[in-house]
């Protein structure tokens, strides 16, 4: 399966920043230092049809433990340790879970606020709160897809306009290889084209277009093209 993932260092990702996380430690009744990035979101494939949370944090120093729970403020659903001797710790943390069926991920991760706390090598504890909701945009329609076959020389994306999107998240790779074009636009694009010398002759490409809502939840659709001999 085509995993429409950028890098954690690349800009594109940091656009679904979509679930506004403020690191409300006072009303978890600890100190206020706060997470330098903080998300999690839903990620829903329409074309294999199974979803995945989705939760990415960064501190300034690493932590020693990272501890989440559920919307009832007592469910721990997610700890973490870290156990190098030296005491280095975690500064960033990228997780997904798996991905089965969209019913069975929105029951195992419910509507509401996920309190998320850790301490660092230091023993200064961080804390923050994220709002999870399931509102998804539709799927991406778009061309080339369906093994379609293109012109190697003139290879544009289209796509037809998501309501609700805020941004787009384009995707082009052959595994084999080992080529990869990605990029993310504003909703106020819909089409880019792709270099010619990015492609080869003859060749099957998987494609990935993902829809950004505001609330950070992502809505993907995945296809294929072939370019012409």
């Known amino acids: ?11 594109a990702i940091a656009a679904l920043a979509g679930l506004v996380a403020s ?3 006072l009303s978890m009744g600890c100190p206020p230092a706060s997470f330098d990035r903080l998300k999690m979101f839903l ?5 294999d049809v199974d979803g995945e949370i989705v939760i990415d944090l960064k501190t300034d120093t690493g932590l020693k433990n990272l501890e989440v729970r559920g919307p009832d403020g007592r469910k721990r659903v ?5 156990n190098d001797s030296n005491g280095i710790g975690l500064a960033e943390v990228f997780l ?26 230091d023993g200064t504890r961080y804390c923050g709160e994220v709002f999870l ?12 897809s369906n093994g379609e076959e293109v012109d190697p020389d ?6 037809v306009p998501v309501d609700g999107a805020i941004s787009y998240f384009v995707e082009v790779e052959n595994d084999e290889l080992g080529s990869k074009f990605a990029v993310t636009v504003p909703s106020t694009v819909t089409s880019l084209d792709v270099s010619p010398q990015f492609f080869e002759a003859g060749t099957e490409y998987e494609i990935g277009v993902r829809a950004i809502a505001a609330n950070g939840n992502v809505t993907v659709s995945e296809s294929d093209f072939v370019t012409e001999s």
């Open 133 to 144: 909701n399931h509102d998804l945009l539709a799927p991406p329609v778009f061309s080339p």
């Open 43 to 47: 990620e829903f494939n329409s074309t």
């Open 78 to 82: 997610i700890k973490l340790e870290s």
């Open 23 to 25: 690191a409300a430690a």
């Open 1 to 11: 399966m085509l995993k429409l993932r950028p890098s954690v260092a690349g800009v």
């Open 96 to 121: 997904e879970s798996g991905e089965p069926n969209l019913e069975l991920s929105l029951g195992s991760y419910p509507v509401g606020v996920y309190q998320f706390s850790g301490k660092d090598s």
């Open 154 to 159: 003139q290879v544009t994306v289209e796509w």
